[in-house]
């Protein structure tokens, strides 16, 4: 079955620094791909998403890009704030067939940023 | 816009008794509504897909006779958790598709159930 794989955590950064996690996945044919947030006591919030090979997803200086050739969907951004620090999932829902709309998460990455 | 709410936020009851968890969306109509439950640092697992007017599709290992969903109305799914053990303490989040975009989700903020 389908499924994704996130860097394990917790990740600690300074403000201003650079930041990358890791999320591959396994699935079938071009799954639709997602970087979802869930900010303490609140729901989980679509942060950016792509739908096909190569399609790069950016929000709020987010940036993830579709990589078929390594199943992977790498969240990066070039200048973290506190206000960044949440809990960040990887998620993918299949192209089609009876689980298309289901979506399968990673484990979730929290991500500290100190001033 | 695409708010969706749940309620309570934070329910404990007793071993044995009966708890439900409302899941609304607040400014559209949601075809389909998932809930998912999320164990301490643990993703969220997949426990059945409610569709408005027709029966819950659970997930393999999902007890439907003990984690009831009814999916009444365009805005509203209900999870009913039946004769609670502690076992089923956890962390409950819904979330709600709008009509024609099956694949994007907006979550609610979940419900803490605590089981004693």
């Known amino acids: 079955g389908d499924s994704v794989t996130q860097m394990e955590g917790p990740v600690t950064l300074s403000e201003e620094a650079f930041l990358t996690i890791n999320c591959t996945y396994t699935a079938t044919g071009y799954p639709s791909l997602f970087w979802y947030v869930q900010y303490p006591g609140e729901g989980l919030q679509l942060l950016l998403k792509?739908?096909?090979?190569?399609d790069k997803g950016s929000n709020k200086g987010f940036e993830a890009t579709y990589r078929k050739e390594t199943t992977s969907f790498h969240l990066e951004k070039g200048s973290v704030q506190v206000s960044d620090s949440a809990v960040y999932f990887c998620a993918l829902t299949p192209a089609g067939g009876t689980s298309y709309g289901k979506l399968t998460f990673g484990q979730g990455t929290i991500l500290t940023v100190h001033p | 816009g695409a708010v969706v709410s749940q309620h309570p936020s934070r329910v404990i009851c007793k071993s044995g008794t009966s708890v439900k968890i409302e899941c609304r969306s607040l400014d559209f109509q949601a075809t389909t509504m998932f809930w998912y439950r999320q164990f301490p640092k643990q993703s969220l697992m997949l426990m059945a897909t409610s569709n408005e007017g027709s029966k819950a599709t659970y997930e393999q290992g999902v007890e439907k006779d003990k984690f009831l969903i009814n999916h009444a109305s365009l805005t509203l799914s209900t999870l009913t958790v039946t004769s609670a053990h502690p076992e089923d303490s956890s962390f409950y989040i819904c979330?709600?598709?709008?009509?024609?975009?099956?694949?994007?989700?907006?979550f609610g903020p979940g419900t803490r159930l605590t089981v004693t």
């Open positions: 792509a739908t096909k090979a190569d």
């Open positions: 979330s709600a598709s709008i009509q024609g975009s099956s694949y994007e989700q907006y």
